[in-house]
Structures are given as structure tokens and as C-alpha cells.
């Protein structure tokens, strides 16, 4: 009877535990549609009461935002994707915004925060689901969470003493506690302000050890585009900023649902 007892014991908590697991938030890879390329998206711990978010696990790159910017996932002008196709996308820039440091499998640097917001746009458009920048608070709270030690965060991030003053591949460095790469250093990352205005967090590949981290900040600023020889200057790329990327977020990994097809309403006949 004992033994029966505990069996029963041990397939109950079995039950509970993998219910558990079942109903836990999964990691989901987003397909660019049109092209081969994917993202890959985490869940993330939320903010306490909040609903919980995915992020993407690196800092987006430069193969990736070269399909928004120069249309690679359009034949003959267009894509599958007429929402995507409606989004204004940002101008090709008149320099090489890479810099050099490397560009397939790199995190794109210099991106101006409407940049960044349109590539939101425009994956959301693409995929259905709700993409777009972090917010200050989340975005901290997920480096938090990472629990970076700061005795080891070379293993974890690139900054002045090991970056050689250049950006890095993504994802060439340690994951951290939730599974994110990058979060210290490499790029400083764009988030959103509660009055909706760009910040850059994390700090980048030029600080030092003890500069980067979930409290570097740094506020939008016109200087990081003061030598762009165009008038107006760009709204999309950032001249003298070649140390700022992104990572985005997304609200949920399944597509909102399609708005349903109103009835056709007969028009009444003519009197005869």
C-alpha cells in the first residue's frame, strides 16, 4: 500500500512538473520571410506584473537589417509582405556604416533610434507579430537577471582592453544567465524612454571594463552625427556614433490574428 502511495505521489508531482513546463514561455526562431535568415528570440524574465517578453539573443546584424534597408526580400520590387512593403525604409547610407569592423555575422553599428524603430516597423509588418525596441526598464531588468559576474565579465563582454577598438561577432563572447549575448559591451543598445526618446544602454567595445553594464546610459545626442556632410542631415545613420546598434523584443512568438472579413452587405434593389 506504502509503495502504491508513493508511486502515485511521484506521477502526480511528474504531472504538475511537466504541466509546468508545458505552459512556460519558449524560445522561438523568426524567419525573415523571403530570405534565409532568422532570428533568434528568448524569453525573458518580465517585469514584475508585467506580461512576459521575448528578446532577441543578440544584437541584431548587419545581414539582417541589409534586408529592410536594401529590399533583398523583394523580387521584381516587391515581397510577400505588402504591410512590410508600405514602410518607409531607411536611405542607404552614403559611406560604409560598418566601418570596417566586419559585416556578415556582425552586429550593425551607427544605426540612428528612427532606424531602429523602422526595422521594428517593418519585422512586425513582416511577421505579424509585435516587435520593437525595449524599454529602459526592461532592458535593465534583463541585464539584471543576466547576472553577469563582475570578477569575470570578460568572459561575457568586449570592451577597451580586449576589443582591440573593434566590434565583435555576435554571440563570440559567453550567454548570460537568461541566455543573451552582449548585453555588456560590443554595442551600446538603443531603448525606449517613458516620454519615448532614445537611450543607449549596456555601454560599448571604447569603455572600460568598469563603464559598461546595466547602469551605463547614455542619452540621444545631435553630436553623434555632427560631421554628416548632408543637408538635412540623416535621420537614419549616425556619422560619429559607430559604437550604437540594437536588439529588439517582441511581445509574444504567435502571430495576432487576422482582422475578420466583413459580410458583404447586398444593396438594396431598385423600385421597379
Not at 88 to 110: C, E, L, Q, V
Not at 126 to 142: C, D, F, I, Q
Not at 151 to 178: P, R
Request: glycine content about 10%.
Amino acid at each position: 500500500m506504502k509503495k502504491l502511495v508513493a508511486f502515485a505521489f511521484f506521477a502526480f508531482c511528474t504531472v504538475v512538473i511537466l504541466g509546468a513546463d508545458d505552459s512556460a514561455p519558449k524560445a522561438f526562431t523568426e524567419s525573415i520571410q523571403g530570405t534565409a535568415r532568422t532570428i533568434e528570440m528568448i524569453p525573458v524574465s518580465a517585469l514584475p506584473g508585467a506580461s512576459p517578453i521575448w528578446m532577441c539573443k543578440t544584437e541584431i546584424p548587419w545581414e539582417v537589417l541589409d534586408i529592410c534597408i536594401y529590399g533583398f526580400d523583394k523580387v521584381d520590387g516587391k515581397s510577400d509582405s505588402p504591410g512590410a512593403d508600405a514602410v518607409t525604409r531607411p536611405t542607404k547610407p552614403y559611406i560604409a556604416m560598418d566601418r570596417g569592423f566586419g559585416h556578415a555575422g556582425w552586429p550593425a553599428n551607427s544605426v540612428g533610434f528612427k532606424n531602429a524603430n523602422t526595422f521594428c516597423e517593418w519585422l512586425s509588418a513582416k511577421s505579424g507579430k509585435h516587435y520593437r525596441l525595449p524599454t529602459v526598464a526592461e532592458w535593465k531588468h534583463a541585464c539584471e537577471m543576466g547576472k553577469v559576474d563582475p570578477n569575470a565579465v570578460g568572459d561575457f563582454a568586449w570592451f577597451d582592453e580586449n576589443s582591440d577598438g573593434t566590434t565583435h561577432k555576435i554571440g563570440s563572447k559567453k550567454a548570460d544567465a537568461q541566455g543573451l549575448h552582449d548585453l555588456y559591451g560590443n554595442l551600446a543598445e538603443w531603448c525606449v524612454q517613458p516620454d519615448g526618446s532614445g537611450v543607449v544602454l549596456g555601454g560599448s567595445f571604447r569603455e572600460a571594463k568598469d563603464e559598461i553594464g546595466c547602469s551605463a546610459s547614455v542619452v540621444d545626442s545631435p553630436k553623434w552625427n555632427r560631421s554628416d556632410p548632408q543637408i538635412p542631415k540623416s535621420i537614419w545613420w549616425l556619422a560619429d556614433a559607430g559604437w550604437i546598434g540594437f536588439r529588439v523584443v517582441c511581445d509574444g512568438p504567435a502571430a495576432a490574428p487576422a482582422a475578420p472579413v466583413a459580410p458583404v452587405t447586398p444593396m438594396p434593389s431598385k423600385p421597379q
